[in-house]
């Protein structure tokens, strides 16, 4: 049973546009949720993360919005580049137990 | 510093033969994880260790076992390969969960088995 459910699998946005990728999860102990970015050949890294006391959580042109009522968080990539061609992972951990990953979201963005 | 490195990068085995996957790491972290990576399936845990002579099982552990018997080194061994095991395997590695939850991935296996 997967415990973070991620959309979409695949993502097409055009150079300076806006990604936008989806998890959702059902856990409610859930207290720490990562985004991971990861580059062919290379080891997930983490990007961007949120505890639960927090809706929001801007770095740089990286955003999460975090919904807590509704069980959802979303990564928003604004003024996306071709550089950010990447798959990105969600992920949700209890303090004290496992990480949990979303089944991953290839994001290409074109010049 | 290297942060966490993988032995070796790549690796084709027979089904029924048995090899032993090395994770090192000098960042001193407590906690150190054992991950499969499957098309469409994201990263799995297959287990994990939160520290020196201490390991568990994770979401996918069977047809492997581990080993943590230095704090620096996490061995993933498979016994008896099988198609199914054919995969890319990262290990990454942490400090306590709650005092700081990154966990830094190793470049990864990729593990072929016929």
């Known amino acids: 049973q997967q415990q973070v459910k991620q959309s979409p699998q695949s993502l097409i946005v055009q150079k300076g546009g806006i990604s936008i990728i989806n998890c959702a999860y059902e856990?409610?102990?859930?207290?720490?949720f990562p985004w991971y970015q990861q580059f062919p050949g290379k080891g997930p890294a983490l990007l961007i993360a949120?505890?639960?006391?927090?809706s929001e959580k801007k770095e740089g042109r990286f955003t999460i919005s975090f919904n807590k009522s509704a069980k959802q968080f979303s990564l928003h990539i604004m003024d996306s580049q071709p550089g950010d061609s990447a798959t990105y992972f969600c992920?949700?951990?209890?303090?004290?137990?496992?990480?949990?990953f979303g089944t991953g979201t290839s994001l290409t963005v074109i010049p | 510093n290297a942060g966490v490195t993988q032995t070796p990068k790549f690796r084709v085995l027979k089904t029924g033969q048995s090899m032993t996957l090395l994770c090192a790491q000098d960042m001193n972290h407590e906690y150190m994880y054992w991950y499969r990576q499957d098309p469409g399936m994201g990263l799995r845990l297959i287990h994990y260790s939160v520290g020196e002579g201490t390991t568990a099982k994770g979401e996918v552990p069977d047809g492997y076992n581990v080993s943590r018997l230095k704090k620096q080194n996490f061995l993933l061994g498979l016994e008896s390969a099988a198609p199914s095991q054919t995969s890319v395997y990262f290990c990454?590695?942490?400090?306590?969960?709650?005092?700081?939850?990154?966990?830094?991935f190793g470049p990864g296996t990729r593990l072929t088995v016929l």
């Open positions: 856990n409610t102990a859930f207290d720490y």
């Open positions: 992920a949700a951990l209890k303090v004290g137990n496992q990480f949990y």
């Open positions: 949120i505890r639960p006391d927090v």
């Open positions: 990454a590695s942490s400090q306590p969960q709650g005092r700081a939850d990154t966990q830094y």
